[in-house]
């Protein structure tokens, strides 16, 4: 994985690790719905952004090389795939 990237995807994890703690002790300590929600949906977009940053670094390094070593198909199949299962669930 390209260094920069894997810095941004790590950092970006432990920021989530935390929310993930503080939406627990929200729903422990009876918060109300509305604010667990909008830290729930917090929690989601940034995964969201770690997921595009493994993209990123996906389509940068992998992919470029499977095409240089005439593997394009593999790599449509793949990508292919992932968009499918982001699609599913959006749903």
Known sequence: MKQNLKQK???RLKIL???IRGL???IE???YCIDILRQSLAVKQALSSVEDLILENHLSTHVVEQ???GKESKSTKEILEIYKLSK???I
């Open 88 to 90: 599913r669930s959006k």
């Open 24 to 26: 627990q002790r929200m």
């Open 17 to 19: 690790e935390g929310q």
């Open 29 to 31: 300590e009876d918060e």
């Open 9 to 11: 995807a790590i950092r």
């Open 67 to 69: 095409i240089k070593s």
